[in-house]
């Protein structure tokens, strides 16, 4: 679906800016910890927009996976980009919304699990 390529690939784009940005940029402004938190953030939108994508490309078998797709988007906004916020701002209610954003991933997972339970193994694409 052309929706969930578009959010798996800006996803996938704003990953490598915002790592190098972490790597080149923000390098000695923050703190050590600060730094992991950033960085960890990436990572997470890295895996997640490429799960996105998978999610893109599986749709055509069965719904479950545009909604895994989507609750991938939506944990990548609230897991990672509160990451990025905590780590530049040091807002630490900030950190109440991440696991929002694992909870999100969890539960694309899980929708990606039941898509492959419902789809017929010999269906063609």
Same mark, same amino acid.
Do not use: C
């Given at each position: 679906?052309?929706?969930? /390529? ?13 790592? %190098?940005? !972490? %790597? ?10 600060? #730094? &992991?938190?950033?960085?960890? /953030? ?17 749709? #055509?078998?069965? #719904?479950?996976?545009?909604?895994? $797709? *989507?609750?991938? %988007?939506? $944990? &990548? ?7 990025? &916020?905590?780590?530049? @701002? ?10 929002? /954003?694992?909870?999100?991933?969890? *539960? /694309?997972? !899980? ?7 419902? @789809?017929?193994?010999?269906?063609? @694409?």
């Amino acid at each position: 679906m052309k929706l969930l /390529g578009i959010l798996g690939s800006v996803g996938l784009l704003l990953g490598v800016m915002l790592g %190098a940005f !972490a %790597a080149h940029g923000l390098r000695g402004h923050l703190s050590e910890q600060m #730094q &992991i938190v950033f960085e960890t /953030g990436v990572r997470y939108q890295m895996y997640h927009s490429f799960a996105v994508l998978i999610a893109a490309v599986l749709v #055509q078998r069965n #719904q479950n996976f545009f909604l895994a $797709g *989507i609750f991938y %988007a939506i $944990g &990548i906004a609230l897991f990672s980009f509160s990451l990025y &916020i905590l780590a530049l @701002t040091g807002i630490r209610w900030l950190g109440a919304i991440t696991p929002l /954003g694992g909870l999100s991933f969890m *539960i /694309g997972h !899980a929708l990606l699990l039941i898509g492959f339970l419902r @789809t017929d193994g010999n269906k063609k @694409t």
